[in-house]
């Protein structure tokens, strides 16, 4: 069947620091990987789209500069969080689908920044 | 705008009733996912359901497209179908694969 890793579940940072978190598609292929974030009592809202063989796209309110997304083939994703701050805590969830197939979505990282 | 209303918002069952948990949408759609939000936060993928009724034990999806609506109906729940159900919907005109969530739905199933 179809699964999604995400690695590492939890992690704890300090404010000002950056941590980097990793997605695993396996039993099929990510042709495209969406990155979500659910803040604090609120629902998933969209960080990026990384579809193969096209430029990734973020949504407002989110940047390059601060969420660098990696999509080197058509089993991994990693992002990073760079110079994370109270804001930027929450879980963090790739989800990943091949074409038009239903989206898949790993357990997700949760991020604690101190 | 909000794209994705979900209702209602809380919810408190008697085991053994049935709830009926609603999503409406304001955009044209490519497909609309139910998920189940375990308290650690994962999602379950309950049904991939663009169109029509899908059935999985308890629960049944029915999507009405023209009516801009997707309905989750529990059947006989017990108290552990408690915690959050989502809805998300992948509109024709966003960006491929970008599903816009609902704010949840949470569930509370009482003995």
């Known amino acids: 069947g179809a699964l999604v890793y995400q690695y590492p579940r939890r992690t704890i940072c300090k404010s000002g620091t950056s941590m980097r978190m990793e997605c695993q598609a396996v039993?099929?292929?990510?042709?495209?990987v969406a990155w979500y974030r659910q803040s604090p009592q609120k629902t998933f809202e969209l960080i990026a789209l990384?579809?193969?063989?096209?430029?990734?796209?973020?949504e407002q309110n989110f940047t390059q500069e601060k969420f660098p997304i990696s999509h080197p083939n058509l089993s991994f994703s990693s992002m990073t969080v760079l110079n994370a701050y109270l804001e930027d805590r929450g879980l963090y969830l790739c989800?990943?689908?091949?074409?038009?197939?239903?989206?898949?979505f790993g357990p997700g990282t949760r991020l604690t920044v101190l | 705008g909000q794209q994705v209303q979900q209702s209602p918002a809380s919810l408190v069952l008697q085991e053994g009733e049935n709830a009926e948990l609603q999503c409406n949408f304001s955009?044209?759609?490519?497909?609309m996912q139910w998920f189940y939000q375990r308290p650690g936060g994962s999602l379950v993928s309950l049904f991939y359901?663009?169109?029509g009724t899908k059935h999985s034990g308890r629960l049944t999806s029915t999507t009405v497209i023209k009516e801009r609506r997707s309905s989750l109906h529990i059947s006989s729940s017990q108290t552990t179908d408690s915690g959050t159900y989502l809805c998300?919907?992948?509109?024709?005109?966003?960006?491929?694969?970008?599903?816009?969530f609902g704010q949840g739905t949470s569930l509370s199933v009482v003995p």
């Open positions: 989800g990943a689908r091949d074409w038009e197939y239903e989206q898949y």
């Open positions: 039993g099929f292929q990510a042709t495209s």
């Open positions: 990384s579809t193969v063989n096209s430029a990734i796209k973020y």
């Open positions: 955009t044209s759609l490519n497909s």
């Open positions: 359901n663009p169109s």
């Open positions: 998300a919907l992948e509109g024709a005109s966003s960006s491929f694969s970008k599903l816009v």
